[in-house]
């Protein structure tokens, strides 16, 4: 079997009970292949889904104004990779083999290595929802500096540093860590994963903090309405429909950190690990409902860009045989020559 560790192990800052399929229970066991299942499919249709808006926003199909595609593509690139990371923690919950760990015990590479990219780009969730949240409290809270404050260079500036911690943390420190020994990483059989130990001041520092900080922007953006009686729109409601589905699954776990309860296998399951994912489905689908027009405007981009091809490809045959010179020779008997010559005079 498997090395399993017993008892209650730091989890993101909370602890969690041991499994008890571990012990042969069948409706344990059923659970695990049904959550896993789920968590799965969940993950392939979000990354599947995310990947077509990252698209159709690129070439513009859902239309958006200056600095909001930038951010909104950013937010989507984190649904992406939470659906991308969704399949193989929803497979390794269906099975240890999944997480290259063999009958005998051993574990793969790949199973020590997961844990860096997946607490990256789940430590990024509500980061990368902040750029989003100033940009609609710059515009309605000082909206005759907007143009000044959000130029193209600060908005990809905040882009990149809504990445940065979590890639500090998890992609450069906890590797360096891991390599001096300074941190060890080993599978929990109970929790069918590999997992290091968190520090709780990381879930804290990545989950409560940026959500304190776009509370107090919200209640200041809804002051600034109420007091100057500014007019919602389409790009704001949109924002708040994205920000609210990042709190909704985001919000089980800061409580837990925040209030260190123990937890059941299946309530951290269902709450912090399947609804934690659940917003790579729920984010694409606010950006199609906000751009009603979707499929219409998706028709007109593929007729457009094939007659563009089409056009581009017939100028290209026209100059390829147009530079030929296209002369038709009759091969003359040497002998002949001057006789057919003779006879045409």
Not at 249 to 255: Q, R
Not at 297 to 305: G, L
């Amino acid at each position: 079997m498997p090395p399993e560790t017993r008892g209650s192990l730091p989890v993101m800052g909370y602890n969690v009970e041991d499994h008890e399929c571990s012990t042969n229970s069948t409706e344990d066991c059923m659970f695990d292949l049904v959550n896993g299942s789920c968590l799965t499919g969940m993950g392939a249709v979000g990354f599947l889904m995310s990947t077509a808006a990252i698209i159709c926003m690129h070439f513009n199909i859902i239309k958006l104004p200056g600095s909001k595609k930038i951010f909104l593509l950013n937010v989507a690139v984190n649904d992406a990779l939470i659906g991308l990371v969704a399949v193989p923690r929803g497979l390794g919950i269906i099975s240890q083999h999944f997480m290259g760990v063999s009958d005998d015990g051993t574990v793969s590479w790949y199973c020590y290595f997961f844990p860096f990219g997946a607490y990256f780009v789940w430590d990024s969730i509500m980061f990368t929802l902040l750029p989003l949240t100033v940009d609609r409290y710059i515009a309605l809270v000082f909206p005759t500096r907007y143009r000044e404050l959000m130029t193209p260079k600060v908005s990809k500036a905040m882009v990149i540093l809504s990445w940065l911690p979590a890639a500090i943390s998890h992609l450069l420190c906890d590797p360096i860590r891991y390599a001096v020994g300074a941190m060890e990483l080993r599978y929990q059989a109970s929790y069918n994963r590999c997992v290091f130990d968190v520090n709780p001041i990381l879930p804290i520092m990545f989950l409560v903090v940026p959500l304190i900080a776009m509370a107090l922007m919200y209640l200041i953006i809804g002051i600034s309405i109420v007091r100057n009686k500014i007019s919602v729109g389409r790009l704001l409601i949109t924002t708040t429909a994205i920000l609210l589905t990042g709190v909704i699954v985001v919000l089980p776990t800061v409580l837990m950190v925040t209030a260190n309860v123990k937890l059941s296998y299946k309530v951290a399951k269902i709450f912090t690990v399947t609804l934690y994912h659940s917003n790579c489905i729920f984010n694409p689908i606010i950006y199609y409902c906000a751009n009603p027009r979707i499929a219409p405007q998706i028709q007109e981009q593929a007729t457009t860009r094939t007659r563009s091809m089409k056009r581009q490809l017939t100028r290209t045959l026209t100059r390829t045989v147009s530079g030929f010179n296209l002369v038709t020779y009759t091969t003359v008997d040497s002998e002949n020559k001057n006789q057919r010559s003779s006879t045409s005079k």
